[in-house]
């Protein structure tokens, strides 16, 4: 917020002292963490949305089981910390072992790879108690301290809000970009907004938006209806400028194969079309 009883002579003198800011603030921003010695990742892609609720994780999980049909090597870094879900809907389970050399994600049925608090507790509902510092040290061993091999695409499913594990993400991986998920309430609408603001004032590409839960589909007569009212992901990507991938209508089948852990089963011809061209690389880059 901006102090109205700014005693500057002129508008340039606070423009130039903001400026100045942040300049400092780049030249002070922390290095990006080096990943794990035995491990590359070629493209991180970061799935993030402020608001809770909106189905980051459900999309992540769709993006990576996508790319993983293409052929691409796929990893998942859940870091949700306090509200992890990434293990159980691709049903893996922990714990994870150690070694010399780090840790070793596990696999899915499919080969994606998967990195997750909940694969370090002895219990899959047992909370994570901790401060924010903490939550955002944690997220970065996920990164140096984890054997991912050589990986085409990590996916990283952040936890909502604008806090100390996205800035930890957003200023210490080496983000490719992101892709927002919103859904059609004004709420979850303003809330977007904000962590849209963030990835901009911190410089990182915003690949893409993705409406979920845009309405549901009558399973008798196939008429949609807008459970939420009408949706604004259109309007939100045209007034920032980015590119709006489409939209997941609500489906029982996909609430089930997650329960089952079984989401890289699900097909819908809808996400065919949400892989970003962008992001696809070419066939002799695999």
């Known amino acids: 917020m901006q102090d109205s009883n700014c005693g500057c ?31 590359s990742a070629k493209n991180v892609i970061a799935v993030m949305s402020g608001k809770g609720g909106v189905g980051k994780s459900s999309v992540t999980s769709l993006l990576a089981s996508g790319f993983r049909r293409k052929g691409y090597e796929v990893g998942v870094l859940d870091a949700d910390i306090t509200g992890p879900s990434l293990p159980k809907m691709f049903g893996v389970k922990g714990p994870i072992e150690g070694t010399p050399f780090g840790m070793h994600p596990l696999e899915s ?74 859904s059609p309430q004004e709420l979850a609408t303003m809330i977007v907004k904000k962590a849209i603001k963030m990835a901009q004032l911190m410089n990182i590409p915003i690949l893409g938006l993705i409406e979920n839960m845009s309405g549901v589909i009558c399973p008798k007569c196939g008429e949609e209806f807008k459970l939420f009212g009408p949706g604004h992901g259109e309007e939100v990507s045209e007034s920032f400028n980015i590119k709006f991938l489409g939209k997941l209508p609500i489906d029982p089948n996909l609430s089930k194969l997650c329960d089952q852990g079984k989401i890289e089963e699900y097909e819908s011809s809808l996400f065919a079309d949400f892989i970003p061209g962008q992001l696809v690389m070419k066939e002799g880059d695999v």
């Open 109 to 182: 049925s499919t080969g994606i790879k998967v990195m997750s608090i909940n694969l370090l507790m002895e219990q899959e509902d047992e909370p994570v108690i901790w401060r924010g510092p903490l939550l955002g040290k944690i997220v970065g061993q996920f990164w140096t301290d984890v054997v991912w091999n050589d990986l085409d695409y990590l996916f990283v499913d952040l936890p909502p809000g604008t806090g100390d594990v996205p800035l930890t993400v957003m200023q210490s991986l080496p983000l490719n970009g992101f892709i927002v998920v919103t």
């Open 9 to 39: 002579d002129a508008k340039g003198a606070c423009e130039g002292e903001q400026n100045t800011v942040n300049s400092e603030e780049s030249k002070n921003a922390p290095e990006k963490l080096a990943i794990n010695n035995f491990s």
